[in-house]
């Protein structure tokens, strides 16, 4: 499956190592070049802004977005924001609080842009072992991303919690 991530740090490195050692063409992006290009040599498809991230995918676009909690995730949803369309997909699998989540769904879904958040656990060792994911999200936006969270989790390493905001939650 072709989705980006945007973070690369501990955990949004790891993970997409671990997702393109499981076959899923990741278009990769960090705000540090040096960190996007250390993913490229290991097959990624580097974006050099947000917009290029948007414009290496096709729809439905799957966007995986691994930030600080707060406001650099709303703001990096509301550079992505002019670029989607309707059916794309954002996932959010920081530590946001979940009613932020149940906010940027709510704020997402008139535009018909899917909201998931995925609690997501695992720390420097997801990459060997797999993360446990706790996914909010529609069923059909679960459905789209699942081979996604197959690849990530260990067998029965994940599950759908319900709506968009429980994933946080139970976290």
Not at 33 to 50: E, H, I, R
Not at 86 to 92: A, E, P
Not at 104 to 126: N, Y
Request: aromatic residues 8%; positive net charge.
């Amino acid at each position: 499956m072709r989705f980006a991530m945007i973070g690369l740090g501990r955990m949004g490195g790891n993970m997409s190592e671990r997702l393109l050692k499981g076959g899923h063409e990741v278009v990769a992006f960090d705000r540090s070049p040096d960190v996007t290009q250390k993913y490229v040599s290991q097959g990624a498809t580097g974006a050099a802004t947000l917009n290029d991230v948007v414009a290496k995918l096709k729809a439905p676009r799957v966007i995986w977005i691994m930030v600080p909690a707060g406001k650099p995730v709303d703001e990096t949803i509301a550079q992505l924001l002019p670029g989607l369309s309707k059916g794309d997909v954002i996932i959010d699998g920081g530590n946001s609080n979940f009613h932020d989540s149940m906010r940027r769904a709510a704020e997402l879904k008139p535009k018909g842009i899917h909201f998931v958040d995925s609690g997501t656990s695992g720390g420097i060792w997801g990459l060997a072992n797999g993360y446990c994911l706790m996914i909010g999200a529609s069923p059909e936006a679960f459905k789209l991303c699942e081979p996604i969270f197959k690849t990530l989790a260990p067998p029965d390493g994940y599950a759908h919690m319900g709506p968009p905001g429980s994933g946080h939650y139970v976290k």
